[in-house]
């Protein structure tokens, strides 16, 4: 689901993986490797989305039904 969210942000943003690559550090070859389908660390993955400006949050856990 991150990976899927990460392609769409490289295809849309406007940027070329080139620039991407240079404001982030992260290899060309591997945003070239996410673009084709495949997946990255979780390490570049974070780069990418706090680059795009997303910021992962954990999950709440679920409230339990009140018996009575």
Same mark, same amino acid.
């Given at each position: $689901?991150?990976?899927?969210?990460?392609?769409?942000?490289?295809?849309?943003? *406007?940027?070329?993986?080139?620039?991407?690559?240079?404001?982030? *550090?992260?290899?060309?070859?591997?945003?070239?490797?996410? $673009?084709?389908?495949?997946?990255?660390?979780?390490?570049?993955?974070?780069?990418?989305?706090?680059?795009?400006?997303? /910021?992962? $949050? !954990?999950?709440? !856990?679920? /409230?339990?039904?009140?018996? *009575?």
């Amino acid at each position: $689901m991150l990976i899927e969210l990460i392609r769409k942000q490289i295809r849309t943003c *406007g940027k070329s993986r080139y620039r991407i690559s240079q404001d982030t *550090g992260i290899e060309e070859a591997a945003l070239c490797r996410i $673009m084709q389908g495949k997946t990255c660390t979780i390490e570049t993955a974070d780069i990418l989305l706090k680059y795009f400006g997303f /910021k992962l $949050m !954990p999950k709440e !856990p679920k /409230k339990k039904a009140k018996r *009575g």
